[in-house]
């Protein structure tokens, strides 16, 4: 399975993950914040369609490297995204608002399937108003999804920062011949 995000149309990207199941020990790290913590954000989610979403990036609480100087005031102070669950359908598939705060919404969803012992996850991220937006997101949930399967299947946690420019690199240059979202 390729690790790499795929554009779907114009302003949306999709992630594949075969992960150690059961489904319900995937969904947990989804939605308990403190399994959340462990991977992307912590941060409490009223579990229910139109229910309220609130995380925290705070990097420092997932890695233990130095981050870019752009990036230290988020590394260690952390960051607070807030949004609204618009699909809940335990423990398969759960999708809310990402962002606000001045921004665009866009959309995420989390898809769980079983396969075998295993859970394939599909994680879908849609309204992104740019090829920087997409190239961040991209490289974002590319490393915080390593994050995930390192939680979940016990391995030392994968380096954060220290791959952070060259999966940005790697998602520009994917994305450099694709127009603007929104456009052609």
Do not use: C
Request: glycine share 12%.
């Amino acid at each position: 399975m390729n690790d790499y995000g795929v554009v779907l149309e114009s302003g949306a990207v999709r992630f594949e993950r075969l992960l150690p199941g059961p489904v319900e020990r995937v969904w947990a790290y989804l939605t308990k914040s403190e399994k959340r913590g462990l991977w992307l954000a912590s941060g409490m989610f009223d579990l229910r369609v139109g229910g309220h979403t609130e995380m925290l990036f705070k990097h420092s609480e997932i890695t233990n490297e130095t981050p870019p100087e752009a990036y230290r005031e988020v590394h260690e102070n952390g960051v607070r995204s807030t949004g609204t669950i618009t699909r809940y359908e335990p423990p398969r598939i759960i999708a809310f608002t990402w962002g606000g705060g001045g921004e665009p919404e866009s959309e995420v969803a989390f898809e769980l399937m079983p396969k075998g012992e295993k859970v394939l996850l599909v994680l879908t991220h849609r309204k992104l108003t740019s090829k920087a937006e997409m190239t961040s997101v991209s490289g974002g949930w590319h490393m915080h999804l390593g994050l995930l399967e390192d939680a979940l299947t016990g391995a030392p946690r994968r380096g954060f920062w220290s791959r952070f420019a060259a999966l940005d690199a790697d998602y520009a240059q994917r994305y450099a011949g694709l127009p603007e979202p929104g456009e052609g």
